[in-house]
Structure formats: C-alpha cells, structure tokens
C-alpha cells in the first residue's frame, strides 16, 4: 500500500537559514509527488509537483525538490527561510486511477516555526 | 484561470442536526471533484470523489453523503451530526488530466 512519511513533526528554523523538510514514500510504480503548505486556518496551497524528468523541481515561493528514487525520497529545501513561511507542510503521492481522477495520499506534515 | 469556493467558512452545529456543506469550481469543465476531512491527530483523508455529474464514490463508510447536482458543485451533507464529525472539512478539484489537485479555503466543523 502507498504511504508517506514525514519523520518531523515540528521544524523550527531562523529567519535567513536554510530548511528542508524531509518526504519519504512508499510506492510501488513511478509516483506522482507534490508538496502542499497550508497556513492556519486556510486551505492547501500548492508548493510544487513531481511526475517525470528533471528530479530537481521548482515550485512557488522560491521552494524547490528533489526526487531521489534510490531513497524513495522527495525533500523540500529553501536556501532562505522568511518569517512568512510559517505554516504546515504536507508532502503527498498521488495514485492515478482510469477516469483521470487522481487518490492523494498525504504525509502526517510538518510544522514549519521561523524565529526571527 | 480556475477558482474554487467552498461555504460557510465556518459553522458550529448540534449533535443531530443536518449539514450541508457547498463548494464551486469556476473556470473549468467536467472537473473531477473531491472532498477530504483534517481531523486533529488524523492527517487529510479522501471522503468522496466524483468523475462527473451524478457519479460519487465513498472511500470511508461515515456519516456523511456527497453528491454532485451539477457539472462544478459539490455538495457534503449529512442527516444528523456526531460529535465525531467536527474537523476542517476541504473541497478539491483535477482537471482533464487528473494529476494534479488544487484545493479550496476549507470549512471548520464544530459539531457540539
């Protein structure tokens, strides 16, 4: 069965550091992956996707991926935090199904305090 | 460009009554639509989905019903509430390829 592990729970980081929030996944073809943000209260924006070539992937807010297959890993890295980007994250692999619709299988997220 | 709007934001209901929650997608046709719940402690699960007008499936056995009265509006909605059924309740949509799903602002549940 498909799964997604996020190992951290809550992150907390300096405003200007570095972050990556790590994804690992458990699927058995080629998966699709994505990374959601959802501040408090709000909906799931979301950051960026993965479904074939380039294993390194750009996404909004300046967030990039990168896909390791060998790891069955999808971190989300930024090279430099803002206070705005406090808020939970959630990685999740999606199971395409004959219909075009599309069973997202999400991650426990993780919490994302930046100090500043 | 695509917009999904899902009401009322915000809702605090007894044990009992019924529900009725909507969301609409604009922009976009014959969209694949869904629903998933975030309960405290229980991460995002899929309640339904639906390929078109008419046509919901359930993923969970529950309390709550879904249907699809036309091409972009997605109704949840339930007889009579359980304490169980508080949570942050989120509509979706896909387009003609499926693969990617965009989310709503999301509806809290207070069931008292």
């Known amino acids: 069965a498909q799964s997604v592990t996020q190992p951290d729970i809550h992150i907390t980081v300096s405003e200007g550091a570095s972050l990556e929030l790590r994804c690992n996944y458990s699927y058995g073809a080629t998966p699709y992956l994505f990374w959601y943000v959802q501040s408090p209260g709000q909906g799931l924006q979301l950051l960026l996707k993965?479904?074939?070539?380039?294993?390194l992937v750009q996404g909004i807010k300046g967030f990039e991926a990168e896909f390791k297959r060998s790891q069955s890993s999808f971190n989300l890295r930024k090279p430099s935090v803002h206070w705005s980007d406090a808020a939970e994250y959630f990685c999740a692999v999606g199971r395409m199904f004959s219909g075009g619709y599309n069973k997202l299988i999400f991650g426990a997220g993780t919490r994302l305090a930046v100090h500043p | 460009s695509q917009t999904i709007h899902q009401w009322p934001a915000t809702l605090v209901q007894p044990v009992g009554s019924p529900l009725s929650l909507e969301c609409t997608v604009e922009?976009?046709?014959?969209?694949?639509l869904y629903w998933y719940r975030q309960a405290a402690g229980r991460g995002l699960q899929l309640l339904f989905y639906s390929v078109g007008i008419g046509q919901i499936s359930s993923e969970v056995p529950q309390n709550l019903s879904a249907s699809r009265p036309q091409d972009r509006q997605f109704i949840l909605s339930s007889k009579k509430l359980l304490l169980s059924d508080s949570g942050f309740y989120l509509c979706?949509?896909?387009?003609?390829?499926?693969?990617?799903?965009?989310f709503g602002e999301g509806s809290w549940l207070t069931v008292v």
């Open positions: 922009g976009t046709s014959n969209p694949n």
């Open positions: 979706a949509w896909s387009g003609d390829s499926g693969n990617t799903i965009y």
């Open positions: 993965y479904f074939s070539g380039d294993t």
